[in-house]
């Protein structure tokens, strides 16, 4: 009878089949008669051994990707080939492979991770850390230093503390060095960070907007602070009454966030933002008299989108909205020769009945285009809404350009013939 081959395998290959087969026996056995104290040791146990054959699997990773042997089998590379006899995903076990190649450089970190003392995420932010260190360093012991001091912090900080540190690791070895360059790297991240800010926004069709923006840590806690202030309990308590904040805190985070954030909206103060087309910008609402008095009825922003007309009234209530109520009072619309320059209130009229740029095929938004006079101010024309039109930038300096002829047509529109 042949003898079993494992006797003659490599003492890795009998560790690893051993300790699966012990490990499979543990899993099936009843925890239940654990004492607590043995509970809690294990698990803290169970931790580190997990490490520990991590830092195994990440030196046998290391070693096939040396002995070439996915290309052996026809794949793309090791980590493609282990990816797919493990059933991975792809991407993370690239990263799982670069870390392997990374330890292969740091002694100190694989041993580390080897007896179980730091953890994998541990490992990869110290090596992640040592290998971006610059090439023009004056003292060549200085990554030696940094990794010792790394290990030493991640005995007692969780990974992403340690990242933190791992940021300004050189302003503690070397200050000599670490804070002009820590300085000069913070002064790039801001200007990057200012400079790629974006926000995209699209609506859902099911009465919401979703977005997604990046923007700078600077305003980034601004935001949060603000957003805070109005999820407080004791805000909530004044503006909603004790019951509805004892709901509020038993909501999700993110929830709670979500509606501080539409109370901040409602809440900018209209005369303080910046001026679009004239007009501080402020969101116009069309309502009929009869739906604006009535319990129901509904109302339809500028942009086309409705909304409800209780909605329009608690918000006309609190000036987060402009009213354009026919029939009712209003600012004066008609100043005749006394101004040359559309009011605000003008402007809102001329957003209301006009919407978009007036010039033929143009769909530039009423509240980015400008306020210009049929019959010129400057030859008589009355600043008068019969005589006002809304055009965008390039259309309104368009119709000045004497280059250009300009065709009224029928239905309010203007198009431009460049004169022959």
């Known amino acids: 009878m042949a003898k079993d081959s494992r006797h003659h395998a490599h003492p890795v ?87 392997a190649e990374s330890l292969d450089r740091h002694a100190p970190t694989s041993a580390a991770l080897a007896e179980g003392a730091i953890s994998v995420d541990h490992a990869r932010v110290i090596t992640d850390c040592i290998d971006k260190l610059p090439d023009d360093l004056p003292d060549p012991t200085i990554p030696e230093r940094a ?29 000599e060095i670490g804070e002009e360059r820590d300085a000069r790297a913070l002064e790039r991240e801001e200007r990057e960070a200012r400079a790629n800010a974006w926000l995209t926004m699209c609506p859902d069709g099911k009465g919401s907007v979703r977005g997604k923006f990046s923007i700078p840590t600077l305003h980034g806690e601004m935001l949060k602070k603000m957003l805070l202030a109005f999820a407080a309990p ?25 509606d501080a954030f539409c109370e901040l909206l409602e809440r900018l103060p209209a005369d303080k933002l ?5 007009l501080n910008a402020s969101v116009v609402v069309l309502i009929d008299y009869t ?11 500028e942009s086309g989108a409705p909304i409800t ?4 009234r608690r918000m006309a209530c609190e000036a987060g909205l402009l009213p354009a109520v026919l ?31 007036t010039a033929t095929g143009c769909d530039w938004p009423a509240h980015l285009c400008h306020a ?9 024309g009355r600043t008068d809404l019969a005589n006002g039109r809304l055009l965008c930038p390039r259309h309104h300096a368009r119709i000045h350009d004497p280059r250009f002829e300009t065709t009224h047509h029928p239905d309010g529109g203007v198009s431009f013939h460049m004169r022959t």
């Open 234 to 258: 004791k805000h909530q308590a004044a503006v909603k009454g004790e019951e509805a904040t004892e709901v509020l805190e038993r909501r999700p985070s993110p929830e709670r966030m979500g």
């Open 309 to 312: 007309a209780s909605l329009a």
């Open 13 to 99: 290959c009998r560790a690893v089949a051993k300790s699966r087969k012990k490990t499979r026996s543990a899993c099936a056995s009843q925890l239940w008669q654990l004492s607590d104290r043995e509970v809690a040791a294990t698990l803290v146990e169970a931790t580190r051994l997990r490490a520990q054959v991590e830092a195994l699997e990440l030196r046998l990773a290391a070693e096939a990707d040396r002995r070439g042997i996915g290309d052996k089998v026809g794949a793309t590379d090791t980590a493609s080939w282990w990816s797919h006899e493990t059933r991975q995903d792809r991407p993370a076990t690239k990263r799982r492979m670069r870390l």
């Open 291 to 301: 739906d604006l008095t009535s319990e129901t009825g509904r109302a339809t922003l």
């Open 372 to 380: 210009h006079h049929d019959d010129s101010w400057l030859h008589g």
């Open 147 to 175: 990794e010792r001091h790394l290990l030493n912090e991640a005995l007692d900080r969780d990974p992403k503390t340690l990242a933190v540190l791992a940021k300004h690791v050189l302003t503690v070895i070397a200050p």
């Open 274 to 278: 910046p001026k679009l087309g004239g």
């Open 327 to 357: 029939g009712g009072k209003s600012e004066l619309l008609d100043l005749g020769r006394t101004a040359r320059l559309f009011s605000g209130a003008q402007r809102r009229g001329l957003a209301i009945t006009q919407q978009t740029c």
